[in-house]
């Protein structure tokens, strides 16, 4: 009886201490060569170190994680000891934590951050003090948070940083890349916040990847006369851009990939990409555009994929003298009726690739020019059109053929039709009024009698 006692208060006591003092397990992902150690339901406490289980070796080229789960945690602050144990570790993931304000100083213990992962939170301003002690931070997560502003200088302390993710925010405005102090970012993701306008001549010379999808764009103003900078991907698909000057791509001598897919733009101006010299990839599809200006690929000398499908192109009339590296060519869901293959095959020498579904092509030319392409190794992407007539399951459609004997049987009943309308509209007629002569005489010789 009183052995069981005991053991029933050695074991409470053993739970309340290990309560107090967690240790936390690890897990090897060898694949990854990272150790992680994942803290559940962890209770901050100041002065109770959060301890971890050593793993059994040491690992050393291993990336050390620290991954906390499942606790709430709306204020993230300093507290004294708690992750000194942790003081080595490169990764921190705090996500789905409710996190809505980070104090001063709150990564003190733990400034050997390079990877930080404050996804998922209920962080709404990026005040100027979070990161200040994360000189080495290289990697910052904070999408899907309620971000609405960013104070100034915000991450002018993290002074390696090159990847900003701030997708999945509510940011309506964005400043200068340098007013937030952002100076070394090379990657940068905006995309599903609430911006109406993107001001390139704000980003930093060092950005060279922007990512700016599903959001609400409709002003793209360009970088005038400021210095050329490395950006070489621009995301702007998804957004309301109706209307893009001629200069707005000025100064992107290093852009190799334009996605504006989905917007509204109706018409390119001739000189849009003329200063994009280095464009490999370009994607206009699910706009409104009618015609492609004739120049407007002039400088596009190494464009390798054009994707101008589900447009409203009746012509495909733009100078195929100028795609010398064009691979891959989509031109599906226009109202196109014609292509010059001659033409292209001649100038774009190493295209592989043409999609052409949905357009309006009549179906023996549409052999035609599938068998053209393919006699000059040019591959015809199979269509998705199978349930109506189809070639390779590209749309098209049959003349309706006449032969020239139902031709002249048409001529015979037009005709027979005409005389019977005819007879029976005028005939009558004619005779009414021959009736009428014939009474009027009559009835000026009975006058003369009399
Ligand atoms: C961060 O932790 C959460 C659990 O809170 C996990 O679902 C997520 O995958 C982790 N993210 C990364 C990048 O490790
Ligand atoms: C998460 O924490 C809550 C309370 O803090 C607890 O009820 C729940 O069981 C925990 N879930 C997991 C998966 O640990
Ligand atoms: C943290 O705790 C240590 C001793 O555990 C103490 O020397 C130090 O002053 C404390 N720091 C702060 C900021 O409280
Ligand atoms: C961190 O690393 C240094 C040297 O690499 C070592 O002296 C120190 O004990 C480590 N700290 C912890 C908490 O592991
Ligand atoms: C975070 O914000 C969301 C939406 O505003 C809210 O539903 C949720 O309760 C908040 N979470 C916490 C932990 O405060
Ligand atoms: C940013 O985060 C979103 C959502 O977590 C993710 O889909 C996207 O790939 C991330 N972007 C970058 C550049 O890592
Ligand atoms: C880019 O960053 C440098 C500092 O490294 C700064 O001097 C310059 O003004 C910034 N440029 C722009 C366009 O913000
Ligand atoms: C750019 O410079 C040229 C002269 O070099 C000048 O005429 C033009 O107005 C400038 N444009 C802008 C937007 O500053
Ligand atoms: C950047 O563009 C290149 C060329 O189109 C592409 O291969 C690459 O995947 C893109 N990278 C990102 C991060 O979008
Ligand atoms: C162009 O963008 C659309 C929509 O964003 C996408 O479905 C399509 O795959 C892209 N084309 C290429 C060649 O990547
Ligand atoms: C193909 O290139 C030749 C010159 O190399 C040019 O005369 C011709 O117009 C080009 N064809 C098309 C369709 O652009």
Redesign the pocket.
């Known amino acids: 009886m009183w052995m069981l006692f005991l053991w029933l208060i050695l074991l409470i006591c053993l739970n309340i201490s290990y309560g107090i003092q967690m240790i936390c397990p690890y897990e090897i992902h060898e694949q990854s060569k990272q150790v992680i150690i994942r803290c559940e339901n962890v209770k901050f406490a100041d002065n109770e170190p959060l301890k971890y289980q050593e793993p059994s070796r040491a690992f050393q080229d291993y990336q050390k994680a620290l991954e906390i789960v499942n606790t709430t945690i709306p204020v993230l602050k300093f507290t004294n000891n708690t992750f000194?144990?942790?003081?080595?570790f490169t990764v921190l993931n705090v996500s789905h934590a409710g996190l809505e304000r980070i104090e001063p100083d709150a990564f003190f213990d733990m400034r050997k951050i390079e990877i930080l992962y404050l996804t998922y939170n209920n962080i709404s301003s990026v005040d100027s003090s979070y990161f200040d002690s994360l000189e080495v931070l290289k990697n910052l997560d904070l999408s899907n948070n309620l971000i609405t502003n960013i104070d100034q200088n915000a991450f002018s302390k993290v002074k390696l940083l090159t990847t900003l993710n701030l997708s999945s925010n509510s940011l309506k405005l964005l400043g200068s890349f340098s007013s937030y102090g952002l100076y070394s970012v090379k990657v940068m993701d905006l995309s599903s916040n609430g911006l109406s306008s993107i001001d390139l001549g704000h980003i930093n010379e060092s950005l060279e990847v922007l990512t700016l999808i599903h959001n609400q764009i409709n002003t793209v103003l360009g970088r005038g006369n400021s210095t050329s900078s490395s950006l070489s991907n621009l995301s702007l698909n998804a957004n309301n851009i109706g209307h893009l000057q001629g200069d707005c791509f000025d100064n992107l001598d290093n852009l190799k990939h334009l996605d504006l897919s989905f917007n509204n733009l109706d018409s390119l101006p001739e000189d849009l990409f003329s200063s994009l010299n280095r464009i490999r990839y370009l994607n206009l599809s699910g706009n409104a555009i009618e015609e492609l200006p004739s120049g407007i690929f002039d400088s596009s000398f190494y464009l390798q994929s054009l994707d101008v499908s589900k447009n409203a192109l009746s012509d495909l009339k733009c100078d195929a003298g100028t795609w010398h590296n064009l691979y891959e060519l989509n031109i599906q869901h226009n109202l196109i009726s014609h292509i010059d293959v001659q033409g292209i095959v001649e100038n774009a020498t190493h295209l592989k690739y043409v999609a052409l579904d949905g357009n309006n092509f009549d179906c023996d030319y549409l052999l035609e020019v599938i068998k053209l392409f393919s006699d000059n190794d040019v591959t015809v992407r199979k269509g998705n059109s199978i349930d109506a007539v189809n070639v390779d399951g590209n749309i098209c459609y049959e003349k309706v053929k006449i032969s020239s004997n139902y031709k002249s049987s048409i001529l015979v009943t037009v005709l027979t039709i005409l005389v019977v309308v005819i007879v029976i509209l005028v005939v009558p007629w004619i005779v009414k009024y021959y009736k009428y002569i014939k009474a009027k005489r009559t009835r000026g010789e009975q006058l003369e009698l009399l």
């Open positions: 000194t144990a942790f003081a080595n």
